[in-house]
């Protein structure tokens, strides 16, 4: 069955679910989380939790002052299948990604070494690879895959509400990630 083991002290909480592929009973406004491997657990830190059974399972606005305009979903994959970072793979991910989340596409733009001579080429780690904006109707997501490394960074916000853990896990077996992270931020 497994369960939900708490670690800190203080304002920052650390959940390690002992069952994999489990969403716990919990919304967590402020978030990170990710998939380890090596150890089988999902990794939740959070700011604040609030019980879905009373909350519905909806963002809790406790800003008084501002409303919440939008949610970004941040992304860090590690140990990447990176036969996924050409253009057109990266493209038929911004495709099936907007789809599953239903998001209208807009303008894509790449920013690449295709069509740089050879000697020009990035050679860091750090640049080389291939980055993409998706502009959707109601803002953008974000790529930038690393091929060296074998990582990829991916934002993706949105004024328009979407289904944060299905786009996580989507990106992640997308680009075949072995372990990866992600943050989840409100934006006012």
């Known amino acids: 069955m497994g369960g939900v083991s708490f670690f800190g002290t203080?304002?920052?909480v650390r959940l390690v679910f002992t069952r994999k592929d489990t969403s716990p009973d919990l919304f967590l406004r402020s978030t990170t989380f990710g998939h380890n491997p090596r150890s089988g657990h999902h990794v939740v830190e959070a700011a604040s939790m609030k019980e879905t059974a009373s909350e519905g399972g909806k963002l809790v606005d406790e800003s008084p002052r501002w409303p919440v305009y939008g949610t970004e979903l941040i992304l860090d994959l590690h140990e990447?299948?990176?036969?996924?970072?050409?253009r057109q793979g990266i493209e038929n991910f911004f495709e099936?990604?907007?789809e599953l989340i239903d998001m209208e596409r807009c303008d894509l733009h790449f920013w690449d070494d295709v069509g740089v001579p050879v000697d020009e080429q990035q050679t860091d780690p750090k640049t080389n690879g291939t980055s993409a904006v998706q502009f959707i109707l109601t803002s953008t997501i974000v790529v930038h895959t690393l091929e060296l490394l074998k990582t990829v960074y991916v934002n993706v916000f949105s004024c328009k509400a979407y289904d944060i853990d299905a786009a996580a896990?989507?990106?992640a077996a997308w680009f075949g990630s072995g372990d990866w992270t992600a943050n989840v931020v409100t934006r006012r």
């Open 10 to 12: 203080g304002p920052i």
């Open 96 to 98: 099936s990604l907007c």
């Open 169 to 171: 896990k989507f990106v």
């Open 80 to 86: 990447c299948d990176a036969s996924k970072f050409t």
